[in-house]
């Protein structure tokens, strides 16, 4: 999931100043995945991914050049229910262990307004991967005000079937589908 942001940071790259591809690593600390779903058509519930890292490789003169590669634990969920992330870590889910990686590697980039990109790429989940399309923003570019280097800022979205993951596990009453939104900051490496 994480890397959805990741990848939205190299479709939005298209408006950035460079010659060839650069690369940029992604700011933990400023750069989340959120998701939610629908419990049994009474609420939708909420939660998060965070303390994730990747790369971006990217091209501003061909954006589509560009490339994407993140992971995060599986581990680094927070619902703001501890009962809940330890059903999701259970067999009844991830069955998750120390360890553990959700990741994403882009495949394609299309550029599809000035800001705007569809990156398509490969997210690896539960031991399964699948292709996914992230709809994808850039935010802003230019130099951060307090690391005084290049930045950059952006959204992505997408939705998943949880079922594809093998996460399935009372669905649909618990909804299959699971919106994501993905928001990150990435700085300009060394």
Same mark, same amino acid.
């Given at each position: 999931m994480k890397s959805f942001v990741l990848a939205a940071a190299l479709a939005a790259s298209a408006t950035m100043a460079s010659a060839a591809a650069e690369k940029y690593v992604l700011d933990s600390s400023h750069s989340q $995945? #959120? /998701?939610s779903y629908n419990h049994l058509g009474y609420s939708t519930t909420f939660g998060m991914f965070s303390g994730f890292e990747g790369e971006i490789m990217f091209d501003q003169e061909d954006p589509t050049a560009s490339s994407v590669t993140v992971s995060m634990p599986v581990k680094s969920m927070f619902t703001g229910w501890e009962k @809940?992330?330890?059903? /999701?870590f259970s067999a009844d889910f991830f069955g998750a262990e120390d360890g553990d990686l959700i990741t994403f590697t882009s495949t394609a980039i299309e550029v599809t307004g000035e800001d705007t990109? &569809? +990156?398509t790429g490969? #997210?690896?989940?539960?031991?399964?991967? &699948?292709? $996914? $399309? #992230?709809d994808a923003v850039l935010n802003q570019t230019g130099t951060h005000p307090m690391a005084n280097k290049a930045w950059a800022g952006f959204d992505a979205t997408t939705t998943l079937l949880r079922s594809d993951f093998g996460l399935g596990a009372i669905a649909p009453a618990v909804s299959d589908e699971v919106e $994501? @939104? +993905?928001s990150i900051e990435a700085s300009k490496a060394e």
């Open positions: $995945v #959120l /998701f @809940r992330e330890q059903h /999701f990109a &569809k +990156i490969d #997210l690896t989940m539960n031991d399964v991967t &699948k292709s $996914v $399309v #992230l $994501v @939104r +993905i």
